[in-house]
């Protein structure tokens, strides 16, 4: 009877238990998530030179995380306030249809490569190879043709490296915020070897005077 009570004990225990080990799994992995694009939101406040909350108000106005640089873009280059890019985004307008109403020309979106790479770029970039320079002004862009070409030139500019090291990585399925990871993760790296290599230096430069 004593083992057949203990027994039941033990299982309500693990049963009870079970959920709680849930919820601290599915917290880690919502807080590991919400970290991932927080660090890509900080990476566009500081590209384009606003606060970071700023940054979150427009995600918090259901703009997607890859079009909020489309839309700090877009408010730079024809200097209006980016709230009334939100707003237009908002009300249903293409991101072509409001580069058009400000003014802005298809060679804003222009990001030299040395080759016409495949998906998704392929499209986007063949509009410019494909016409003379003089030809541009006919080009017409789809949303996600202004999203690859602003989030191409965005991280290659931010992390310093060619464009095709994010077409490479754009073309292996993962989306902007993955890339700017893996990106961000290799720059990392990077520093940290600069320093050590610094520090190693400095110790050795100071041994090498001793007597």
């Known amino acids: 009877m004593r083992h057949t009570t203990c027994t039941l004990s033990l299982a309500l225990s693990v049963l009870m238990l079970a959920p709680a080990i849930g919820d601290r799994a599915d917290a880690q992995t919502a807080f590991s998530v919400s970290a991932h694009i927080g660090d890509f939101h900080v990476a ?11 940054v979150i108000v427009i995600r918090e106005r259901r703009i997607p995380d890859d079009e909020i640089p489309v839309a700090l873009f877009i408010a730079r280059e024809a200097s209006v306030p980016w709230g009334r890019i939100v707003d237009m985004r908002l009300r249903g307008d293409s991101w072509w249809n409001i580069s058009v109403r400000l003014g802005l020309a298809p060679d804003v979106y222009y990001v030299p490569v040395a080759v016409i790479p ?4 392929g499209r986007a970039l063949g509009h410019y190879k494909k016409k003379h320079r003089k030809e541009w002004r006919t080009i017409v ?4 043709d202004i999203v690859n070409l602003v989030e191409l030139r965005f991280l290659t500019e931010h992390y310093h ?10 073309g292996s399925d993962r989306d902007f915020v993955m890339v700017h990871a893996d990106l961000r ?6 520093r940290r070897k600069d320093n050590d290599d610094d520090q190693g230096g400095k110790r050795h430069g100071k ?5």
């Open 44 to 54: 566009v406040a500081n590209y384009y030179h606003v606060p970071e909350r700023e």
């Open 118 to 121: 495949g998906p998704p770029y």
């Open 161 to 170: 490296v060619a464009p095709e090291r994010v077409i490479e990585l754009r």
């Open 185 to 190: 993760g290799h720059d990392s790296r990077d």
């Open 207 to 211: 041994g090498h005077g001793k007597n």
């Open 141 to 144: 862009l789809t949303d996600a």
